[in-house]
């Protein structure tokens, strides 16, 4: 702000209020622009679906071939010849969209389709006491090309219910979108298994459920199975941006090796982050072997150092995050009994687990595997 500026501003107003004022004014700005850029979406939707859908009807009542949408083609970009929309892969993609989305524009899907989407279930019980049969999805807050990318790669209508309300609700791109079902992600979601229900007051509970998953898929690190806790620890470190968008949506990352003292002890937590949505710290325990029910003792030792030497008043309850590379469910469940402090457990994946390494390997001895295997294991003591 330049001087003469300056001097206006003092003659009426604080700079901190135009301050203030400016900020609204941006805000307005964006959403005006971002409210602009949402129709424009949905009446290029719209477009598409008319069109699909007469494309369908004169199939349907003339008995037209698939000859139509060829000529449709050719016609359409001679008279729109900067328009790249009309290809004859475009126009087939509108018949199908039209014919999977009677319903534009939302997709409606009978609750009795999505009981077997476990991830669903809070949503279905509040439609229920609503008395609604149905789950209503607006299909306009996602791109033209996240649905042909949807239409092609999930076949459910359901499970494309749940991706396209996943991708709004965290900003995926159409990319974004599609790693994360080939990572499995509505099957991971929510999966992980945890104490939350007794460790965390409802609804914090159920939001804290869904914010984690199992699996974790750290594929983006390449092959790191032969390496120790710390070597991925820095891996993860030095790829921030894929490591938290594996995470989901409102994590963010405060540090590695995260220095503590207790009892005139230094302690190092593996990697410390805060999520945003519920407002807490989450302390992320890395180990490369299979789950033990002692790792639970020492999470649950830095939950409380955090908490208390860390935590704001403001803060919720710190949750721990145990990463293992496998585990055994039933075992993770009895570890977890008579743990007050919030804790969720989960295995992580890379591209190559170790046994798969180990036995692309038929010179290493058994003995040097089961030295490498106890190296992983002493960092723990770390």
């Not at 126009?91 to 389709?113: E, N, T």
């Not at 807490?280 to 208390?308: G, H, M, Q, T």
Request: charged share 25%; hydrophobic share 40%.
């Amino acid at each position: 702000m330049n001087s003469d500026n300056e001097n206006i501003l003092s003659q009426s107003v604080s700079a901190e209020e135009y301050v203030a004022w400016r900020s609204l004014i941006v805000s307005r700005i964006e959403q005006s622009k971002l409210k602009a850029i949402f129709n424009v979406n949905a009446e290029l939707l719209s477009l598409y679906w008319s069109i699909g859908n007469e494309i369908l009807q004169k199939q349907t009542k003339y008995g037209w071939g698939a000859q139509v949408i060829d000529n449709l083609s050719h016609d359409l970009s001679v008279r729109f010849p900067d328009d790249r929309g009309y290809s004859i892969r475009n126009l087939k993609y509108m018949r199908q969209f039209a014919q999977s989305y009677p319903d534009f524009p939302i997709v409606q899907v009978p609750l009795a389709q999505l009981e077997g989407i476990r991830v669903w279930n809070l949503a279905l019980s509040r439609l229920r006491a609503e008395g609604g049969e149905f789950v209503q999805v607006p299909l306009a807050q996602i791109t033209w090309y996240h649905h042909i990318s949807l239409l092609s790669k999930v076949k459910n209508l359901a499970q494309r219910a749940f991706y396209i309300a996943e991708t709004v609700k965290n900003g995926w791109s159409r990319d974004v979108m599609l790693m994360q079902i080939s990572n499995g992600y509505i099957d991971a979601i929510g999966n992980a298994v945890n104490n939350f229900d007794v460790a965390l007051p409802s609804p914090i509970s159920d939001l804290a459920k869904y914010t984690f998953k199992d699996p974790y898929n750290f594929s983006f690190l390449g092959t790191v199975a032969l390496q120790n806790e710390l070597s991925i620890e820095k891996e993860l470190a030095s790829r921030v941006t894929d490591f938290l968008l594996e995470m989901g949506r409102g994590f963010a990352f405060v540090g590695r090796q995260y220095h503590i003292e207790v009892g005139n002890d230094d302690y190092y937590i593996d990697i410390l982050m805060y999520n945003l949505k519920l407002h807490c710290y989450v302390v992320v325990e890395l180990k490369s072997v299979e789950f033990r029910p002692e790792f639970v003792s020492k999470l649950n030792f830095y939950i409380s150092a955090i908490d208390e030497k860390v935590k704001q008043q403001e803060d919720k309850p710190t949750i721990g995050l145990l990463l293992c590379r496998s585990k055994s469910n039933e075992k993770a469940r009895f570890a977890l009994r008579g743990i007050t402090q919030p804790l969720g457990i989960a295995e992580y994946e890379t591209q190559q687990l170790f046994a798969e390494v180990a036995s692309s390997l038929p010179q290493m001895e058994s003995d040097i595997v089961d030295s490498v295997i106890d190296e992983e294991v002493s960092h723990d003591d770390k």
